[in-house]
């Protein structure tokens, strides 16, 4: 994995100098530097891609908070529109983590997905769709580091979904109790 991240580490070279020959860096591999780097950039990209995704949450569910109130339609009916708004929120978010691990598979060294893949943005987006919701069917796999990614998809959207049942079971107490 290192040896895909040549131009990484001629960047970290300016903080800890190391000869930057080929051999230099393949003796340096082993060096737990170069790993603790490797899972520091991980740990960036995917809270970079978490918080992404929760902040677009965020602000569907507050939107939905302030819109709901205002329609001139029953009650019942507002919960439905709550649900839609919800429901497309999820499905940009699992939009974001697809963005990622394609981005991240045609990149060198941050892993492969294999299996029943073709390398396709949509096959990204299935299997996008299978992790957050925590379905898992197993015909793609993670190698690599995005493994790490396809880890935290799915904790993230436990507890985004579980969220959105929250807000909207909330919603329903609210608004059904005034009809």
């Not at 131009?7 to 860096?25: D, E, F, K, T």
């Not at 990209?45 to 709901?68: D, F, G, K, P, Q």
């Not at 197993?138 to 690599?144: L, V």
Request: charged share 15%; with cysteine; hydrophobic share 45%.
């Amino acid at each position: 994995m290192c040896d895909d991240r040549l131009s990484s580490l001629r960047a970290l070279h300016l903080i800890y100098p190391v000869p930057l020959s080929w051999n230099g860096l393949k003796t340096a591999q082993n060096n737990k530097f170069y790993r603790w780097v490797e899972m520091l950039t991980d740990f960036l990209i995917n809270s970079l891609v978490v918080t992404v995704a929760v902040l677009i949450h965020y602000e569907a569910l507050y939107r939905i908070t302030l819109y709901i109130p205002k329609m001139n339609i029953k009650h019942r009916y507002r919960i439905v529109v709550g649900v839609f708004g919800a429901l497309i929120a999820h499905a940009c978010e699992v939009w974001v983590f697809a963005l990622a691990y394609y981005c991240m598979h045609r990149a060198d060294g941050w892993g492969k997905l294999v299996g029943n893949f073709n390398g396709s943005f949509m096959d990204c987006v299935y299997f996008s769709f299978t992790v957050f919701s925590t379905v898992g069917f197993g015909d793609i796999e993670p190698e690599g580091s995005l493994r790490y990614l396809t880890g935290i998809e799915s904790l993230t959207g436990l507890v985004l979904i579980t969220w959105s049942a929250s807000f909207l079971y909330f919603e329903m107490q609210r608004h059904w109790r005034t009809s």
